[in-house]
């Protein structure tokens, strides 16, 4: 039995870098939304992509969370250790190889922020025949055959906090990704499964991030359901752009809160943090969390400005 048995949130950090004032914002918001609403709160480390993942940048976001006065409830949970809990998930799931490229996947699904090109079914009504050809084909070049999910809707609906009932496609998103059969075990599960499958176990009934994620809400509402897990309600945030109109990124300046605590106090930051959701003169979170009003906050991007 799961040892999380309480409503959570929680905030869930892809650890290849520092976290700059937008993902900041979005932490923040996740935090007043679950203890505004009474639940718990956790920090979980989405490190299922090794190559970009690395613990200390794990650790410095946990610390720049700390500093702007969020508390989780235990644990931390790691993606890296939830090997299992995954390949259980997918042994429950329709599902069926895929023979396309990397890059075939890549372009499809399998990031967090890409907007999936539709898997267009290349590898969905295979014959058998086909699979074994296709199969050893793959091996032959010392690669593995990616897992797909065999979705049998092509939409779903979900209720989102300032969208409303949102419906959005449902794909045969990638589950597990292919590679070399040499490093098969290291960066092999796909955001969408793991994302679902913690989200389950850890009772996260309540998701906030970003609204550059809200297309995979519905094919990771479907996979909830088709896991038996309860479907969270989900509060889809507007992101912080940059001077360009896109979303803020490194390229934009001092844009960390390392870089932003060189010339302002941690104080400062949370003002700034609170500014932008509607709190003018707020300095911290404590303070935030009795004064933030949810129906305040802008449904437009914050922009950044220095
Ligand atoms: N780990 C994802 C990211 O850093 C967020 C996933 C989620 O909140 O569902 O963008």
């Known amino acids: 039995m799961s040892d999380f ?3 959570a949130g929680r905030y869930a950090p892809s650890p290849s870098g520092d976290l700059h004032f937008g993902n900041l914002r979005t932490a923040v918001l996740a935090w007043l939304f679950a203890r505004q609403s009474g639940r718990n709160f956790y920090l979980r480390v989405e490190d299922i992509d090794s190559e970009r ?15 702007l006065g969020l508390d989780f409830d ?4 790691y993606q890296h250790d939830r090997g299992d809990a995954y390949a259980e998930a997918l042994s429950r799931l329709d599902t069926y190889e895929c023979y396309c490229t990397r890059r075939d996947i890549r372009e499809a699904a399998s990031a967090p922020h890409a907007q999936p090109g539709m ?7 295979l014959s058998e025949e086909q699979r074994a050809l296709r199969r050893s084909e793959l091996h032959a070049a010392g690669r593995l055959p990616a897992i797909r999910l065999r979705a049998h809707v092509r939409e779903w609906t979900v209720h989102d906090f300032y969208q409303g009932e949102y419906t959005g496609r449902v794909d045969d998103v990638i589950l597990k990704r292919g590679g070399r059969i040499d490093q098969a075990q290291a960066g092999d599960w796909a955001y969408n499964l793991a994302v679902v499958v913690d989200d389950g176990y850890q009772g996260v009934d309540q998701v906030v991030r970003g ?10 509402a479907y996979l909830a359901d088709r896991l038996g897990l309860t479907i969270p309600s989900y509060v889809h945030v507007p992101l912080v752009v940059g001077p360009e109109g896109r979303r803020l990124a490194k390229r934009d300046g001092a844009v960390t809160l390392r870089d932003m605590l060189r010339e302002n106090s941690a104080e400062e930051v949370v003002a700034q943090i609170a500014e932008s959701l509607g709190c003018a003169g707020v300095s911290s979170a404590q303070k935030l969390r009795e004064v933030f009003d949810p129906a305040q906050l802008s449904r437009q991007p914050w922009s950044w400005a220095r």
Do not use: E, N
């Open 211 to 220: 609204d550059d994620l809200l297309f995979s809400a519905p094919a990771q």
């Open 53 to 67: 993942s690395s613990a200390d940048s794990a650790q410095r976001q946990i610390g720049d969370l700390k500093m």
């Open 5 to 7: 048995q309480a409503p």
């Open 74 to 77: 235990p644990p931390v949970i």
């Open 119 to 125: 898997y267009p079914g290349t590898c969905r009504d």
